[in-house]
């Protein structure tokens, strides 16, 4: 079996976040912590260690939306479902989170598209998949390409709030995409709300949580070195009590008859 790993890494960059979102990293190497660790025992020097050399570790600053993660349904609203309480980040059923994938490749549409559910349909047709209740759906948009650059944030398509229906409708608990978020990126959307003066267009792909619960993995890596179908996901993001969202390490396992 093929592992591919899915994940984005945690880093201190000015370019996976907009500005003052980002993680901050403080690393400590080996020398500079030897007095801590010596701290825990009275009477060892030093020189008693290997090398002289303490441990290495970080101290990070984060929000749990660095990174690729997996949004919980309280991140969108206050409520679920038509109106039950939204399920926090350690309450996300583990079922959800293991699902045959399925890849929509939308790297052709233009940064700031909106995908609707004919486009959603047109590409299912196009690899011949029928979406099955719990398959995972992944979004490969123009974003991936540019993550690491200062045009990543404002790149690729969003998912809007019918398309996001359609894929929830047939029984998708867990969609993702390789862009910063899920719906186009939040400069074309305050073009348009300005234009039109439609605050409803605001986070339409997130706010259609309200309606029906699912969850869904932002900043992915990778997502063109998947076949269309004939993998799984497994996507377990970290429980914290009563968060939004938990970090996670998503990987597609592609069965070897799988990767002719």
């Known amino acids: 079996m093929k592992l591919i790993d899915l994940s984005r890494p945690l880093e201190n960059t000015a370019f996976a976040d907009p500005p003052g979102l980002g993680p901050s990293i403080e690393y400590f190497s080996h020398a500079q912590t030897a007095s801590q660790l010596l701290s825990f025992f009275p009477g060892v020097s030093q020189q008693d260690l290997p090398g002289g050399e303490g441990w290495a570790v970080e101290r990070v600053v984060l929000s ?11 991140h969108f609203h206050s409520t679920m479902d038509g109106g039950q309480r939204a399920m926090t980040i350690d309450e996300v059923p583990l079922e959800w989170c293991w699902g045959r994938g399925v890849k929509l490749d939308f790297r052709h549409f233009p940064d700031g598209y909106i995908v609707q559910p004919d486009d959603v349909e047109s590409e299912l047709a196009r690899i011949g998949h029928d979406l099955q209740p719990g398959d995972i759906v992944l ?32 029984g998708v608990r867990i969609a993702g995409t390789d862009a910063w978020s899920w719906d186009a990126p939040f400069s074309y959307t305050a073009a348009k709300v300005a234009e039109t003066g439609d605050a409803s267009l605001i986070w339409e792909g997130h706010r259609a949580g309200m309606v029906r619960a699912y969850c869904h993995l932002e900043k992915l890596a990778d997502l063109e070195r ?21 970090w996670c390490r998503p990987v597609a396992m592609i069965k070897p008859q799988d990767n002719a």
């Open 64 to 74: 749990t939306h660095n990174g690729t993660h997996l949004d919980a349904p309280y």
């Open 139 to 170: 979004v490969n948009t123009a974003a991936g390409a540019r993550y690491g650059t200062s045009g990543y944030v404002n790149s690729g398509c969003g998912v809007g709030r019918e398309a996001t229906l359609f894929l929830t409708e047939r």
């Open 226 to 246: 998947l076949p269309s179908t004939g993998f799984d996901v497994v996507c377990f993001p970290v429980s914290i009590k009563g968060a939004s969202a938990g």
